[in-house]
T-cell receptor
Framework: NAGVTQTPKFRVLKTGQSMTLLCAQD?????MYWYRQDPGMGLRLIHY???????AKGEVPDGYNVSRLKKQNFLLGLESAAPSQTSVYFC??????????FGAGTRLSVL | QQPVQSPQAVILREGEDAVINCSSS?????VHWYRQKHGEAPVFLMI?????EQKGHEKISASFNEKKQQSSLYLTASQLSYSGTYFC???????????FGKGTKLTVNP
């Protein structure tokens, strides 16, 4: 029973490079979320999805894009990485606005 | 708008009690509490719906005062395993998402 799986776990990018973070859940959840966590800032919502084919902006969406082509997957893309995007990224899923189950996180450094 | 948590940090000795507060300037439908241990993902503790209901989870309980838009998390007879950062997440009616506070770091020493 995997729950929420994030790949990769660690990544180092150079400024301007692009990458995609993958989140996969096996709980048949409708809702999926991408957060970033920076020291002293808590969890800030980047983008979220309430079902396959839907996406919506959160609190800090600039510089990120997302896609939810399949119900179980939620992809977060950085088209041109900046040092300000150095952070720990968490994906979460839930049935609705109930318990959110988090993945283990992705540590991203942008040099 | 991000809810405000207080205190930002608290240090306890094993067996002592603590209260963590979460307040919002917006009308809330529910408040969620999560705990995150260092280097790990946040883990769900409990949800409180508007109605002032108090919920319990072992020696951890919480209340929600919808008139004041405040929730409090009570940790009694703290154990070493309670150490971590506690986050409240607030949901406004009709919203599809939570807004999390900045967290309260709890350290329990022997």
């Amino acid at each position: 029973n995997a729950g929420v799986t994030q790949t990769p776990k660690f990544r180092v990018l150079k400024t301007g490079q692009s990458m995609t973070l993958l989140c996969a859940q096996d709980m048949n959840h409708e809702y999926m979320y991408w957060y970033r966590q920076d020291p002293g800032m808590g969890l800030r919502l980047i983008h979220y999805s309430v079902g396959e084919g839907t996406t919506a902006k959160g609190e800090v969406p600039d510089g990120y894009n997302v896609s939810r082509l399949k119900k179980q997957n939620f992809l977060l893309g950085l088209e041109s990485a900046a040092p300000s995007q150095t952070s720990v990224y968490f994906c979460a899923s839930s049935y609705s606005t109930t318990v959110q189950y988090f993945g283990a996180g992705t540590r991203l450094s942008v040099l | 708008q991000q809810p405000v948590q207080s205190p930002q940090a608290v240090i306890l000795r094993e067996g002592e009690d603590a209260v963590i507060n979460c307040s919002s300037s917006k009308a809330l439908y529910s408040v969620h509490w999560y705990r995150q241990k260092h280097g790990e993902a946040p883990v769900f503790l409990m949800i409180l719906l508007k109605g002032g209901e108090q919920k319990g989870h072992e020696k951890i309980s919480a209340s929600f005062n919808e008139k004041k838009q405040q929730s409090s998390l009570y940790l009694t007879a703290s154990q070493l395993s309670y150490s971590g950062t506690y986050f409240c997440g607030t949901e406004q009616g009709g919203s599809e998402k939570l807004v999390f506070g900045k967290g309260t770091k709890l350290t329990v020493n022997p």
